[in-house]
């Protein structure tokens, strides 16, 4: 605020013009200077600049609140009064707007624009405030403003942790470097604060190796580094060292348990992260926000619903704060597992819901088949005046796949540029080309590939290579598997697609033909892989897998499922298995399937009348979907099965995709 703009507001309010809030900044204003004042700047804490602030902590929170406008009038009354002369308060009265109202940052800015010699500790709260900012790079002014400060200012090791964390915002390695060469030129490198950071800068810009150079060069490493460098390990992908370090650490906080465990959820490795999560309540390890999001997501990435009900009763009956951010995880965690009533429940019954929560329930909705009920909650989202993202629409696309709305599809992908200024992924375009495969309309599908304005990526060519097995278009199909093997040399799904599709043409040279190129280039199969959970224990099964300790129980079963399934007419539709064997052996492979395995454990596990939820990490073939419609018919039981794209609910005989999958 400039000096006349200031005294001019103070004459009005000197005059008796709205003198209440005067007296209310007033007031404000003595809290907040008195507050400072029996500060001393000298004595710094660990916890950066909250050291300075801590006696005075309660009466900013409460400033927190204020808004710009009343900002402005206890900012005129300290210049009326000339608090503000002392470099101290104004530095101590900078840092209240800057670090505890983010969106009063611009303002903080301004007012120590105003002041000729500003403190060290007044530049570094700006430096800290813009490093957790959505302009992180602006760091560098007030840092350059330190370079030139007359009388001269040094920047310490908290000037230096504060860059380094906007480094790690930023993402920019020549940046990062700079800083870090700033770091080892002030003789900062032995700070443990600014060793942490740097090892979390390195991290984010995906650096292991310079991570590993400076936890190395570390003396006698805290726990603070040993726990950053556990979280760097897990987040480059090397998760087995990251457990390594932890299980060596002489002492682990909470902090360091956490980052374990969040190491195992991002790096996909639920079962081992479910597996910790048993550990730190043994150890009574505090739980916090944070650590119940990464157990949701293991629950999720698992479907293991048990396990995911067992978390949100840990959440309630521990008083975890129920931030948007865990609400969101638990909405995500049931709608993935199956249970969308569930997370309808829970949906509608938060307090705050924000972009990611209706768009994580609006594509549960889509991935369990109810496309038109996402597209009603859809419309819902935007009453609400919640405005839609990339995701939001990709969700919203595959809401309109799933049940077969090419219009309506194609409708709201033109409506992102045109409404909302969005510009289409990849994604967007991988959707309306599923869109128009699905629905049989193939030639327009390959037109929008040929039309998008970026290289078409393998969703798009896999999309329509799915679609011509499906619509038995060869031709096209060729097509799709060989631009989708030019992007992807070593996707075994585009050969095994395009070698189904001869198959079922009975065209066998053509099947030899694939199978020869996939053996010279050395791409094997994925194999499948199915997921059950049983009494709160995951249980995993491959193709042809013989190695449960209750197999015996689950081939009997297998037996009573066939020859179940023959009295109600089944005949195995065998085309897609290999040629060369007898008709027997066909049936016996595919009897093999790693779902079918894992339905046969389900019934011989589960009570009567408890659903049997699997999870897969394929898309399920044309035989497995018949046999469980069927069996879910023959044996009276629901059958959800979670494939790579979508879920399947069987009942009765019948699946929610209605053989549009």
């Known amino acids: 605020m400039h000096t006349c703009a200031c005294m001019h507001t103070c004459a009005k309010l000197a005059s008796g013009e709205n003198i209440h809030l005067l007296l209310k900044s007033s007031s404000r204003a003595h809290h907040l200077v008195m507050g400072r004042i029996e500060l001393n700047p000298s004595k710094q804490k660990t916890d950066h600049i909250d050291g300075h602030l801590k006696r005075g902590k309660k009466s900013i929170k409460h400033y927190s609140a204020t808004t710009l406008k009343e900002v402005k009038q206890i900012h005129t009354k300290l210049v009326v009064n000339g608090s503000l002369n002392d470099p101290h308060l104004l530095g101590q009265f900078v840092a209240a707007i800057a670090l505890y109202n983010p969106s009063n940052l611009t303002y903080s800015a301004q007012v120590l624009h105003q002041c000729r010699n500003p403190t060290l500790f007044a530049l570094n709260t700006l430096i800290r405030a813009y490093s ?230 609006i594509g549960g909705l889509a991935m369990n088949g109810a496309g038109e009920k996402s597209l009603e909650l859809f419309s819902l989202m935007k009453q609400a005046g919640v405005r839609p993202n990339e995701v939001t629409f990709v969700s919203v696309l595959r809401g309109c796949c799933v049940v077969g709305l090419v219009e309506e599809g194609r409708e709201h992908f033109d409506s992102m540029r045109r409404e909302y200024g969005i510009e289409p992924w990849l994604e967007h375009y991988g959707c309306l080309v599923d869109l128009y495969g699905r629905a049989g309309r193939l030639d327009e599908a390959l037109d929008v590939i040929n039309k998008m304005p970026m290289k078409p990526h393998a969703g798009a060519w896999g999309a329509l290579l799915n679609a011509c097995r499906m619509y038995k278009n ?30 079922e043409s009975k065209n066998w ?126 044996f009276n039981r629901e059958i959800i099965v979670r494939d790579k794209n979508r879920f399947h609910h069987f009942k009765d005989g019948e699946c929610s995709c209605k053989g549009y999958w």
């Not at 569930?342 to 329930?361: H, L």
């Not at 989708?484 to 095994?496: R, S």
């Not at 027997?584 to 009348?609: M, V």
Request: charged share 25%; net charge neutral; aromatic share 8%.
């Open 474 to 503: 060869t031709e096209m199909g060729e097509l799709a598997s060989r631009k989708l093997v030019e992007l992807e040399t070593k996707n075994h799904g585009a050969y095994v697609l395009l070698s189904n599709i001869y198959a």
């Open 132 to 361: 957790r900012s959505p302009t992180p790079h602006q760091c560098f002014l007030f840092y350059k403003q330190i370079q030139h400060s007359t009388p001269h200012l040094s920047p310490d090791n908290y000037t230096f942790n504060f860059l380094v964390r906007a480094c790690a915002q930023i993402l920019s390695p020549g940046t990062a470097l700079l800083v870090h060469a700033s770091v080892l030129r002030r003789g900062f490198h032995n700070d443990p604060h600014v060793q942490s950071g740097l090892i979390f800068m390195y991290a984010e810009l995906g650096c292991l190796g310079y991570c590993h150079k400076v936890f190395d060069g570390i003396h006698e490493p805290d726990v603070v580094c040993q726990t950053a460098m556990i979280s760097a390990c897990a987040k480059c992908g090397d998760v087995d060292l990251a457990r390594k370090m932890f299980d060596e650490m002489p002492e682990r906080d909470p902090i360091a348990w956490n980052a374990m465990l969040a190491g195992y959820a991002q790096c996909g490795k639920s079962r081992e992260a479910l597996h910790l999560f048993h550990l730190m309540q043994i150890h009574d390890v505090k739980l916090n926000e944070v650590s119940m999001v990464s157990v949701l997501s293991a629950c999720t990435h698992l479907g293991a619903l048990d396990q995911g009900r067992w978390a949100h009763v840990y959440i309630e009956r521990n008083r975890l704060k129920m931030t948007v951010t865990l609400g969101t995880a638990l909405v995500d965690m049931y709608s993935k597992c199956g249970n969308m009533n569930k997370a309808m429940d829970f949906f509608w019954g938060m307090k705050e819901r924000n972009v990611y929560t209706w768009t994580s329930v």
């Open 509 to 634: 040279d053509r099947v030899i033909n694939v199978r020869q190129i996939m053996k010279a280039k050395g791409v094997k199969k994925l194999p499948g892989c199915s997921v059950i959970e049983v009494d709160g224990e995951v249980h995993e099964f491959f193709a042809g897998d013989e190695t449960h300790p209750r197999y015996n129980e689950i081939e009997v079963m297998l037996g009573e499922i066939s020859r179940r399934l023959k009295l109600a007419g089944y005949v195995a539709n065998t085309n897609p298995v290999m040629y060369d064997i007898e008709e027997e052996e066909k049936e016996d492979t595919l009897c093999k399937h790693s779902e079918k395995i894992a339905i046969a454990f389900g019934l011989i596990s589960l009570k009567e009348g408890v659903p049997i939820r699997i999870v897969k990490n394929l898309r399920v073939c044309w035989d497995c979907h018949d046999v469980t419609k069927m069996i879910s018919k023959v």
